[in-house]
């Protein structure tokens, strides 16, 4: 079945330090990952999408076929960087994402 | 404008009342979504509209009624909703053939 794991509810880490958000996923095909950030009482944005390979605000993500992982990192987070991050999966065949449940992220001044 | 918009931002109504959310992108996008998402979950898709049709309805029960009048626009039709239909009301689109899909800022939604 396909899958995506967001191993940590909760993330709490002091500013300047790094971070890792982690993503495993489940996908039989070759699939299209995403990382969307949601912060407080604003809009779900797409932060970055595995095919770019971008950075966006600090944020790389690569795509570990060996290990089924699309980990988000950042080398010095900001306090701003606090928000709720979610990974998805894009299904093949139709439109639909595969969303993990989210890793809130805290960044302790 | 790259931006998904939604109105209206707050709605409350009662179990009787007939309601609509609306959804409005001007990007070209021809793929168009609802989403409801409850507090601290992720968003779950209710329909999707490719072309100005339904192409997928996620077992969404009939009190919740989708309608696309043009490529712009989608509507969310409410009647007789229940206490736990509250939550918050995504509207997205994207490309028909690139998935990253958009968001608008959603609907607040309480249903008494």
């Known amino acids: 079945a396909q899958r995506v794991t967001q191993p940590e509810k909760l993330l709490s880490v002091f500013k300047g330090a790094p971070v890792e958000l982690k993503c495993n996923y489940s996908?039989?095909?070759?699939?299209?990952l995403f990382w969307y950030v949601q912060y407080s009482r604003q809009r779900l944005q797409l932060l970055l999408r595995?095919?770019?390979?971008?950075s966006i605000k600090g944020f790389t993500a690569d795509l570990n076929k060996g290990e089924t992982s699309f980990h988000l990192k950042k080398p010095f987070a900001q306090e701003e960087d606090s928000a709720m991050y979610y990974c998805a999966l894009k299904e093949n065949s139709n439109y639909q994402l595969i969303w993990g449940a989210g890793t809130k992220l805290i960044i302790k001044p | 404008d790259t931006e998904v918009t939604q109105t209206p931002k707050h709605l409350v109504m009662g179990m009787t009342n007939k309601k609509s959310l609306k959804c409005e992108q001007h990007m070209g996008h021809r793929a168009m979504y609802w989403y409801k998402q409850k507090a601290k979950k992720p968003p779950e898709l209710m329909f999707v509209?490719?072309?100005?049709?339904?192409?997928i309805n996620e077992s969404v029960p009939s009190r919740f009624s989708p309608e696309c009048p043009n490529s712009s626009l989608l509507n969310l039709h409410l009647h007789a909703l229940q206490p736990e239909d509250s939550a918050l009301y995504l509207c997205a689109s994207s490309q028909t053939d690139r998935p990253a899909q958009y968001f608008g800022p959603g609907t607040r939604l309480t249903v008494l």
């Open positions: 509209y490719s072309y100005e049709k339904l192409s």
């Open positions: 996908y039989s095909g070759s699939p299209e």
């Open positions: 595995h095919i770019s390979r971008e």
